[in-house]
């Protein structure tokens, strides 16, 4: 079985799961406020992924280190393979 | 400058995700005559905002796509 199956089925379980609960064909009737909290669910679901994506991807670019040597070395590496080239007759 | 930009991001979400949380879990369970309501609004857009924004950012992406496709495109050739 592809992952992208295991995916699917997993989401297919929840959204049953959710739908049995929300749209209440079995008559067992939940609490109020437990109604009210399941029918957003899962939007709220997407959106505390998304906050976290957005968090994950601000922390990384927060804490990335500059690699100075790494920098000076390509730069040198670009001079030396434009000197190269242009010797060779192409024209920048 | 990158760091601010990023830990302006995790602010941002955290803010986000806080607020979000409060309105959908919390709220339900607290009476309707308590004064943090006033906060938060009316629970039928805790669901109309975030899929406006979803559609919003799918039109954004699709209209990127397409500028940079049109950019790109190469004119049939003509001579041989």
Redesign the interface.
């Known amino acids: 079985m592809t992952k992208l199956v295991q995916w699917l089925c997993g989401l297919a379980l929840l959204g049953t799961g959710w739908a049995t609960l929300a749209l209440d064909p079995l008559g067992l009737h939940l609490p109020?406020?437990?109604r009210?909290?399941l029918?957003?669910?899962p939007?709220?679901l997407?959106?505390?992924f998304g906050?976290?994506s957005?968090?994950t991807?601000?922390?990384?670019?927060?804490?990335?280190n500059d690699c100075e040597a790494a920098a000076k070395e390509l730069q040198e590496q670009i001079r030396e393979a434009r000197a190269d080239l242009s010797r060779l007759g192409l024209k920048f | 400058m990158d760091q601010l930009v990023g830990f302006g991001l995790v602010a941002f979400s955290l803010l986000l995700f806080v607020y979000y949380t409060i309105w959908i879990i919390i709220l339900p369970f607290i009476d309707s005559d308590h004064g943090i309501h006033k906060f938060f609004l009316p629970r039928e857009y805790s669901v109309t905002i975030p899929v406006i924004a979803g559609l919003l950012l799918v039109l954004f992406v699709g209209v990127f796509v397409v500028i940079v496709m049109w950019k790109n495109r190469k004119p049939a050739k003509k001579s041989d």
């Open positions: 109020l406020p437990c009210q909290v029918w957003p669910f939007v709220y997407l959106v505390a906050c976290y957005l968090a991807i601000g922390y990384r670019l927060a804490t990335f």
